[in-house]
């Protein structure tokens, strides 16, 4: 490589189910349209240890992982306007144009500009910017994160607050954000209402979050690991159960606390048969069950019809359906005014180094969220 590349050391998937390895990787400077990056700190996703497992249809290897992270913009390619060198920047693994049909719809989040390439680990011109020794290394969703400098285009980043710490509002770019946003822009829960929320990792906690702002009434947190229980109550989680301490399904167990149904219900595990236990918890006539779990290549959710025909209604959010450029900044800003809290979430704190220990605490259910300090 010329001096069109930059040294940086990077954490590398080599291939499904191994642990990532430290790489020293070359990094192509940024063509037009894009930015080049210094990841701060990142945060470590359920979603980065799925792909990594060899589950994710999508899954590339060899690839730097990680997509919630924190950086500053260190270098932009030809025709970048809307971030310069030395702003605070969150990556976007949903990218936001403005342009396309997705965009102008009003409808979504999902902006797919570079969509189909993202999903082939390269950049929207086809081509990577990660080397070692000239062999390609590929991008994941877009951000690459466990990389100390990472190249993204320029719709892919959220420009946000230079006072908020990276080290916290990393978790923004995708598991607080996502969790929040489920329940206050998917479901829209309202005053009064009741909720259930199956799974109390990152995602689900921040569904709390998001159901306490929105004033529920009820809010059920079920997992099957009781150490989530406490920081679920002190959210404002009002019940806490385990299924495993049930002898019926968890789903008649939830009917009959809620007078015949929750309102509203997010899946926040990415298992199948929760997702039916989400939805079968829900009130006839209105209630509706949100998915954001993510389940392997192959695995597929089912119900009884009559279920959705009686009135429940099934459905999935991304990124908490937020679209990230215009409203990222925006709940920065609420955490920086102490809206919600970020520093409950970050259970460990280590080096890139050991990031494959935050996998290990993520497998044995002792973490909430671990994040890396580059
Ligand atoms: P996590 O591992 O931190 O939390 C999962 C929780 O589910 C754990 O507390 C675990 O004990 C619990 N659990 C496991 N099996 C259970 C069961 N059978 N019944 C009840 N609880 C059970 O994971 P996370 O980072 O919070 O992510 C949760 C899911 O959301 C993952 O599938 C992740 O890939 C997905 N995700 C989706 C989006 C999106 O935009 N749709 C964004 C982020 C994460
Ligand atoms: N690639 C997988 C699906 C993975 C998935 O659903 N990703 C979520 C984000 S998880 C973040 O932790 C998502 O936003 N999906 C929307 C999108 O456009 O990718 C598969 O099944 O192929
Ligand atoms: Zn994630």
Redesign the pocket.
Same mark, same amino acid.
């Given at each position: 490589p010329g001096q069109e590349f930059i040294k940086s050391k990077a954490a590398v998937a080599w291939a499904a189910g191994e642990p990532l390895k430290m790489e020293e990787v070359d990094v192509q400077l940024p063509k037009a349209g894009e930015v080049l990056v210094r990841i701060v700190a990142t945060g470590v996703?359920? @979603? !980065?240890a799925? @792909?990594l497992s060899g589950e !994710?249809?999508? $899954?590339i290897f060899p690839s730097i992982l990680g997509?919630?992270g924190g950086g500053i913009v260190e270098m932009v390619g030809e025709g970048v306007t809307s971030v310069a060198v030395g702003d605070h920047v969150i990556p976007l693994? @949903?990218a936001e144009c403005r342009e396309c049909k997705f965009c102008k719809s009003g409808k979504t989040n999902?902006c797919q500009a570079v969509?189909e390439t993202q $999903?082939k680990g390269l950049m929207p011109d086809g081509t990577t910017r990660f080397y070692i020794d000239g062999e390609p290394i590929y991008h994941y969703?877009g951000c690459s994160t466990f990389s100390e400098y990472t190249v993204l285009p320029e719709i892919s980043l959220a420009k946000v607050n230079k006072d908020a710490p990276l080290e916290e509002v990393c978790l923004l770019g995708? $598991?607080v954000t @996502?969790g929040m946003g489920a329940v206050l822009n998917t479901a829209k829960v309202e005053q009064g209402d009741t909720v259930a929320i199956f799974g109390l990792g990152g995602i689900g906690l921040s569904a709390i979050i998001g159901a306490r702002m929105a004033g529920a009434s009820r809010i059920i947190g079920v997992d099957i690991n009781d150490s989530k229980f406490e920081l679920a109550k002190q959210l404002g989680a009002t019940d806490v159960i385990n299924p495993q301490e049930f002898d019926k399904p968890i789903q008649e167990v939830i009917v009959e606390m809620t007078d015949g149904g929750v309102d509203y219900s997010f899946e926040c595990i990415g298992n199948v048969n929760v997702m039916r236990q989400a939805l079968e918890c829900c009130h006839k006539g209105w209630g509706e069950s949100v998915i954001i779990g %993510? %389940?392997? /290549?192959g695995q597929e959710i089912s119900t009884r019809p009559f279920q959705l025909v009686t009135g429940r209604v099934w459905r999935g959010t /991304?990124?908490g359906g937020v679209k990230g450029r215009t409203e990222l900044p925006e709940i920065v800003e609420r955490y920086m005014a102490g809206e919600f809290g970020l520093q409950e979430f970050i259970t460990h704190t280590m080096g890139l180094d050991e990031v494959n220990h935050a996998f290990d605490l993520m497998h044995e259910g002792k973490s909430i969220r671990s994040v890396v300090h580059m």
């Open positions: 996703c359920h @979603t !980065d799925f @792909t !994710d249809p999508e $899954g997509h919630e693994y @949903t999902l969509r $999903g969703m995708c $598991g @996502t %993510v %389940v392997g /290549a /991304a990124f």
